[in-house]
């Protein structure tokens, strides 16, 4: 057994579920897996190619391994297990398309009785949606493991549009989380891909690892999005919210549009004296305000 660290790499895939299965893992990181956390048994929900089936025999121990192309939807189906440990590589958002791409959906329909396509976490179109099914999933997951169980979660990050979607930002966590491991890419589709601008090719994967120590109160850990106006941020200085303001606008502009639109928030709220400090903030950044004339003010643009 290879040690195992918080940082993981596999420049030789190894042996074990399909390589032409797109987006299979190593299984030498399952073998480590149970070689260092050593269970009797491990469970795999979304088993794709039956990756953690092979790793598992290699090791010595039995697996459950279930997949949506072979009858089991995690989200609607029964988990029978009490789990010892669980690992779960869930697809990164829409990046590879799983369902009458990897296998047909027809094939599954006329076999298990339902669409595929309806239930594949790949084919959720939104980003919100997505992490909204995926949570549900993680915690389905989650309450199923015994006392003292474990979860190994494999995920990504994904880039659209110069804007990054965190899988591991925005997971739940339940339980006490007790390792992130960086886990090294190889053999990407991306590789062959060349990039411009200032996009920065993603060359890792995370491995989290939760634990259930309590078998009815689970602490956990969630992301809550929130949109916060500036002037109303704790915080935020006087010369950061004037800014804002004058950004906002894009031109010059009187000290009367300024006022209105600050006064109706917490900042003026809370200061008897708002506009004298408006007037006091211009005179004390000239390197960021300008006056275009009497009672006009702009942000000042940085020279290049």
Not at 181 to 199: E, P, R, V
Request: hydrophobic residues 35%.
């Amino acid at each position: 057994m290879r040690k195992l660290t918080s940082i993981v790499s596999y420049p030789e895939r190894g042996e074990g579920g399909n390589n032409r299965y797109r987006g299979n893992c190593s299984p030498k990181l399952i073998e480590d897996l149970i070689g260092f956390f050593k269970p009797q048994e491990i469970c795999d929900y979304m088993c794709g190619s039956g990756t953690t089936r092979d790793a598992a025999q290699k090791c010595g121990i039995k697996s459950h391994i279930y997949d949506l192309h072979s009858g089991f939807d995690l989200l609607n189906s029964e988990i029978r297990e009490r789990p010892q440990f669980i690992f779960w590589h869930p697809p990164y958002w829409d990046i590879i398309k799983y369902s009458d791409v990897m296998y047909k959906a027809s094939e599954v329909e006329s076999k298990y009785g339902y669409d595929p396509r309806k239930f594949d976490l790949s084919r959720i179109q939104d980003w919100d949606k997505f992490v909204e099914v995926m949570n549900y999933a993680m915690m389905k997951q989650f309450a199923a493991l015994e006392k003292g169980g474990r979860m190994a979660v494999l995920m990504g990050d994904i880039k659209k549009k110069g804007k990054l979607y965190s899988m591991l930002s925005e997971i739940i966590k339940p339980g006490t989380a007790e390792n992130i491991l960086i886990k090294a890419q190889y053999n990407c589709f991306s590789d062959n891909t060349q990039y411009s601008g200032s996009f920065i090719p993603i060359l890792h994967e995370y491995v989290l690892i939760v634990r259930k120590d309590n078998p009815l109160m689970i602490p956990i850990i969630t992301t809550k999005k929130l949109e916060l106006d500036i002037r109303d941020m704790h915080g935020a200085t006087w010369r950061d919210i004037v800014a804002a303001v004058l950004e906002d606008e894009g031109r010059s502009v009187p000290l009367s549009v300024l006022y209105e639109k600050i006064e109706p928030y917490k900042k003026a709220r809370q200061n008897q004296w708002w506009k004298e400090k408006v007037r006091q903030t211009l005179q004390l950044y000239p390197e960021h305000f300008e006056s275009t004339q009497r009672g006009m003010w702009q942000l000042k643009r940085a020279v290049a």
